[in-house]
């Protein structure tokens, strides 16, 4: 009998305990420990990540399969939540965004259908609710692992799955008035303000927060031509959003994916990439993957485009990419975007090379950690800030609030560079320092600032259980420079950045655990631990950059289960 523990029961739980209960192995017991009251929501999908007026930035036809399609779980939902989100069976189809608290309902139902199958299975399958995971202990000596639940209780394991999912550190807020580390949870936003309030980021994490502040503060009307039209608050005339963007960018707009997996016939396959590695010093080049897995692909689908970029650098590429968005106000390239996007739901035609960034920041991310730390240096610096803006796919509705707000002058987005610094204030508020494109210094005082760039990638010291790293049970993700020198230069410019390994190599530090293809940790020597998955993505940015949501839980947990029973077996 094995008995495995997966820690957390969000969607990335649920799409591991999916995996387990499809083995139809009775051999197993599974025990579940979720901190909240419900399984499958998470963060993202609960009141902890969302109020009424967030929307998923995924439709149905998006979402990997789990048990019943979100048109059968509508067909069959309680009528009082339909009615709370003005939708009916009728009014639903597979293409569009629903409301993340109506979809977190249906991942909690998917939840419960799996535990039936598991019963009928004969797996044992054990739940805590309210149960926070405080410590993980590995004993290798009992080739077991020992989970501390709140600070008293001790559960033994065989496996142990981390999938805590996100997390959002709070710095300085409850400490400093009108200071917010994250936009999370929703609720703490509306409020009102009647004041400027500054925004850091300009992602789909500062549209949540736009989202709920706009509200506070006024009100959305659609007018008889369809216009939505955003109406201030007669007891908040000063009320503004000032959005503060590295490149003064917005996200992209949804547009019809031809697939909407981002899968592609023509990728590169594990062998084709366990080939290319073995041939190129046990390095994945950065500049292969980006012919093979994106520049290619348009030989057959687009060759006009091909033609164009064929002899294109990665750099050329998305310096051509960058400075078509920044040359234009990026208020008007959200509206001619939304334009354009809604031809290609209209026609069902995808804006390709859009799609196939998606298709190769999905593919680049399982072998990232085979680049070398030059490699990922330039993946971090040119083409990450590309896919970062095209590949958020806001939902129209978003899109449609962003620009009435503008339109109300109440929105604004301004760039700060990489060099901007904010500073909390003690009295409240905090101090926004940059430097604007015209070359003049700014410090701008706000009363309310939100930071909203996003999950952060934490570094391994951030990691909560803290016996794996007091054990060295656990290790820091290192990527090797292939030139020496050049590892030796950056040791000197920036000794935090870049260590030593045990066979002195420079490596340049990335955020959060080493792992392998398989998702298990390595212990300092780079041994690899058969008792311990780590698929919470805040603790394994540096090995996986793309937080790809709903598809990275079913392609990591594919990995995972795979790994488990070829094991054991």
Not at 138 to 156: L, R, Y
Not at 196 to 214: E, F, H
Not at 454 to 466: C, M, N, R
């Amino acid at each position: 009998m094995q008995h495995i523990a997966i820690l957390g029961g969000g969607p990335s739980g649920l799409f591991m305990f999916k995996r387990l209960v499809d083995t139809g192995n009775a051999n197993i017991t599974i025990t579940i420990f979720e901190r909240k009251k419900q399984l499958g929501v998470g963060m993202p999908y609960s009141t902890e990540g969302a109020n009424d007026e967030h929307i998923t930035n995924v439709s149905g036809n998006e979402i990997p399969e789990l048990v019943t399609s979100i048109a059968d779980w509508i067909a069959s939902a309680p009528k009082h939540l339909l009615d709370h989100y003005q939708i009916s069976s009728q009014s639903y189809n597979d293409y569009k965004v629903l409301p993340r608290l109506l979809f977190g309902q249906y991942l909690s139902a998917q939840f419960e259908l799996l535990q039936k199958q598991a019963e009928r299975a004969g797996i044992k399958v054990i739940i805590h609710f309210e149960s926070s995971v405080t410590d993980i202990t590995d004993q290798p000596e009992k080739g077991t692992v020992s989970v501390e639940v709140n600070a008293e209780s001790m559960h033994e394991f065989d496996r142990v799955i981390i999938c805590t999912g996100h997390n959002w550190p709070k710095k300085y807020e409850g400490k400093i008035p009108g200071y917010f580390d994250s936009p999370y949870p929703p609720a703490k936003l509306q409020i009102k303000t009647n004041h400027p309030v500054a925004i850091k980021g300009s992602s789909l994490t500062a549209v949540d927060a736009i989202r709920t502040l706009a509200r506070g503060n006024g009100e959305f009307s659609i007018e008889k031509d369809g216009r939505r039209v955003y109406h201030l608050a007669a007891d908040s005339p000063d009320f503004k959003i000032i959005l503060h963007s590295r490149n003064g960018l917005l996200p992209a707009v949804r547009f019809h994916l031809d697939d909407s997996h981002l899968e592609n016939d023509s990728l590169l396959t594990d062998e084709e990439i366990a080939e290319h590695i073995q041939n190129n010093d046990g390095f994945l080049s950065l500049d292969y993957i980006f012919e093979k897995d994106f520049k290619e692909i348009f030989k057959e689908k687009d060759p006009e485009f091909y033609a164009h970029v064929k002899n294109m650098s990665m750099e050329a590429f998305v310096a051509e990419m960058m400075e078509q968005r920044e040359r234009l106000d990026a208020f008007q390239l959200l509206k001619a975007e939304y334009m354009e996007a809604e031809r290609s739901i209209k026609r069902k035609e995808s804006i390709f090379w859009k799609e196939m960034l998606g298709v190769l920041s999905f593919a680049m991310n399982y072998p990232a950690k085979y680049l070398c730390a030059e490699d990922m240096q330039r993946l971090q610096k040119v083409l990450q800030p590309l896919i970062s803006v095209v590949i958020a796919y806001i939902p129209q509705s978003s899109c449609e609030e962003l620009m009435a707000m503008h339109e109300a002058g109440v929105l604004e987005i301004v760039s700060v560079g990489e060099d901007s610094k904010v500073k909390p204030n003690e009295t409240g508020g905090a101090t926004y320092y940059y430097t604007d494109e015209a070359g003049e210094k700014h410090a701008d005082l706000f009363k309310t600032f939100v930071d909203s760039v996003g999950q952060p990638h934490l570094p391994y010291e951030d990691l909560p259980y803290k016996s794996l790293i007091d054990h060295k049970a656990v290790a820091p993700a290192l990527l090797k420079f292939r030139d020496a020198d050049k590892g030796k230069e950056a040791m000197q410019k920036e000794k935090k950045l870049v260590q030593k390994d045990a066979k002195g190599n420079y490596c340049l530090i990335v955020p959060g655990l080493a792992i392998n293809d398989n998702f298990q940790v390595l212990n300092g020597e780079g041994v690899v631990n058969d008792r311990i998955y780590m698929m919470a993505v805040p603790y394994i940015g540096g090995y996986n950059p793309d937080y790809s949501g709903l598809d990275f839980c079913e392609a990591a947990s594919a990995n995972i289960i795979e790994s488990m029973f070829s094991q054991k077996e």
